[in-house]
């Protein structure tokens, strides 16, 4: 199963209110050695695939509550598990002249018809140990995460932008994210394999006000 977690109650109870997860960008950098070759920003929503066993020994470091859906859903829905890359590897050396090439312009540029598909590759694409920018942690293990996401098309989101410049976004971040409100990634009742939350009362008040929902709900047993 895919999960997809949160800090806050109020931020899941929006999510199955909605049926559907808000997409934001987040800023990644891709590299060779200490060389960043590429720092942008790209529309996403992430997940991570684990089972219930291996739940309750992992040090989950991004909330205590998620919404679990089947991988059925997540296949139908263009999501993909995220390439890992060492980056000192001939991958790294390999993704890093594609992005080298897709930035330069004139005679030297590559074809028009490349300039996506390279652009594709990298926001499925991450560095398997580096800085976690959500954790501010050096030489974090992002493989330890199973990531999967979901990047949508330019024209599943309205022809806005799938990579902004990392400094570009940044100056007006609320601005860019919210253009992605009206495109969130929804789901059906029937996808939700399991809904975690952190205490018997929240369990109690979730089942409330989503009886539909009361089989799947679960409490979080994750460090």
Known sequence: MLLHFTKYLTTLESILHSSSFRLGYCTEYFGKK?????????????????????LKSSNITYGGFAVALSKDWAR???????????????????????????QKHGKDAIPKNLRLPIMQVKCF????????????????CFKSENEWRYVPTK??????????????????????????????????????????????????????????FSSQIKLATWK
């Open 125 to 140: 694409t991450k560095h398997e140990t580096g800085y976690n920018s959500y954790l501010e942690e050096d030489n974090y």
């Open 76 to 102: 139908n829905k263009g999501l993909s598990p995220v390439l890992y890359v060492e980056k000192n590897s001939q991958a790294a050396t390999g993704i890093a002249a594609l992005l080298k090439a897709r």
């Open 155 to 212: 024209k599943q989101i309205g022809q806005n932008y799938i990579s902004l410049n990392k400094s570009t976004f940044l100056k007006n971040k609320e601005k860019y994210n919210n253009r992605l409100t009206s495109f969130p990634l929804k789901f059906e009742h029937s996808d939700v394999v399991a809904i975690y939350v952190q205490n018997e009362e929240q369990k109690t008040k979730i089942t409330n006000q989503y009886s539909h």
């Open 34 to 54: 200490e060389q960043i070759i590429s720092s942008a920003a790209h529309p996403m929503v992430c997940f991570s695939e684990y089972s219930e066993p291996e």
